[in-house]
């Protein structure tokens, strides 16, 4: 299945803020047709999963994080399937994160080409602070209990409490950065305006990191904005730091336009770019 039709798939999926289980039986379905030798699926309360993937290289550990839940434009949480469209040059849709997740399955299916190092793919719930502030009366039980990016906290603390501590983890969402055009931004501070001062080793890893992505394509947008790249990196380098380990935290997106809305566009172009980027990057990881 192409990564395009896999994008159409979870598009097309009604997994609202709070509602993120609908995606689920989908996520299980496909990882069980990969037959990926001890890939292990580990539910994460209350809709978040973790999938382990034993790599054939060892030595660092990947992360891929994409978020499950999408804001519910519609009033209608029982909405059978949302509208999605392909016209050959760009995706339209519903595509915040349907876009990552899509990216993220569809290179799992180069497990057996490819020579991948040991990989742990983090989906999230309930990262879509709008769908608390604009709908929250649609949400299961209102919300309670709920705020914005908690299911990257709940993911980063199933981590630490089982001492994984990933080389990186790059989160793959959706970008408002270039309001129309094609472009892929990366946002490489997660620190930016926390009480955070990231160790040397770790700026400079980073560094090494964004360095690969600038030598691939010298286009790519810098930048900084609010998703799950801040939890898992403030979080998981809070509690790793201590003991010497620094965890890379990114996040890699293509643009889309309009943002928050039910008609996402996003260029085609831009997904086949950061597929090749991150292949690479799961087989040549250079920190």
């Keep these: 299945m192409d990564t395009l039709e896999i994008i159409e798939k979870i598009a097309r999926i009604p997994s609202f803020t709070s509602f993120e289980e609908r995606m689920h039986p989908f996520l299980f379905g496909y990882f069980d047709a990969l037959r990926i030798p001890g890939l292990e699926i580990i539910p ?3 809709n978040n999963l973790v999938v382990r993937i034993p790599g054939k290289r060892k030595g660092r550990i990947i992360a891929l994080s994409a978020h499950l839940d999408k804001i519910d434009h519609f009033g209608e949480p029982e909405k059978p399937a949302l509208d999605f469209r392909n016209d050959g040059s760009k995706l339209t849709g519903l595509l915040d994160d ?3 997740i899509g990216i993220i399955l569809g290179l799992m299916q180069q497990y057996h080409t490819h020579e991948f190092f040991d990989i742990y793919l983090l989906f999230s719930e309930c990262e879509e602070g709008m769908s608390l502030r604009k709908n929250r009366e649609h949400l299961k039980g209102n919300a309670d209990g709920l705020t914005a990016m908690i ?36 946002y490489d501070t997660f620190w930016a305006g926390k009480n955070f001062k990231p160790p040397e080793a770790l700026l400079d890893k980073t560094r090494s990191v964004t360095d690969y992505f600038r030598r691939r394509d010298v286009n790519i947008l810098f930048s900084h904005n609010t998703n799950d790249y801040i ?21 890699i997106e293509p643009a889309v336009f309009p943002y928050h809305s039910h008609d996402e566009g996003i260029y085609i172009s831009d997904i086949r770019k950061i597929e090749e980027l991150l292949l690479n990057l799961l087989t040549r990881y250079i920190v």
């Design 44 to 46: 994460v309360p209350d």
């Design 151 to 186: 299911g990257s906290e709940r993911i980063s603390r199933y981590l630490i409490q089982n001492d994984i501590a990933p080389d990186i983890v790059i989160t793959v969402d959706v970008t408002p950065k270039f309001e129309g055009s094609e472009g892929i931004a990366v």
């Design 231 to 251: 939890n898992y990196g403030m979080l998981l380098n809070n509690h790793f730091n201590q003991q010497g380990r620094e965890i890379v935290s990114i996040a």
């Design 98 to 100: 349907a876009a990552g």
